[in-house]
């Protein structure tokens, strides 16, 4: 699960969890491998939101943190190149 998902962010140079648009390419991909394990409510935004579903798939496997720290680690270097 971890790999695959991992692979759709990379594919669409995803750094940040919230940069994952509604009806962008990687929502749709997203939307797509997660659509046999979504409920159909939630598919048809009837019983749930699909984002935030989604959303809470890709923290339960850690990516929301992961991504964090690379964020946090790219601005530590870009500060120290400022200095």
């Known amino acids: 699960d971890y790999d695959a998902v991992k692979k759709i962010l990379d594919s669409n140079q995803i750094t940040d969890l919230d940069d994952i648009e509604y009806g962008s390419q990687c929502f749709d991909e997203l939307f797509d491998y997660y659509a046999d394990e979504m ?6 935004a009837r019983t749930g939101m699909p984002d935030e579903w989604i959303y809470e798939k890709l923290c339960d496997l850690g990516l929301d943190k992961e991504l964090e720290q690379k964020q946090d680690l790219a ?3 870009r500060w120290k190149g400022m200095i």
């Open 75 to 77: 601005e530590h270097y």
């Open 39 to 44: 409920p159909y409510g939630v598919q048809k």
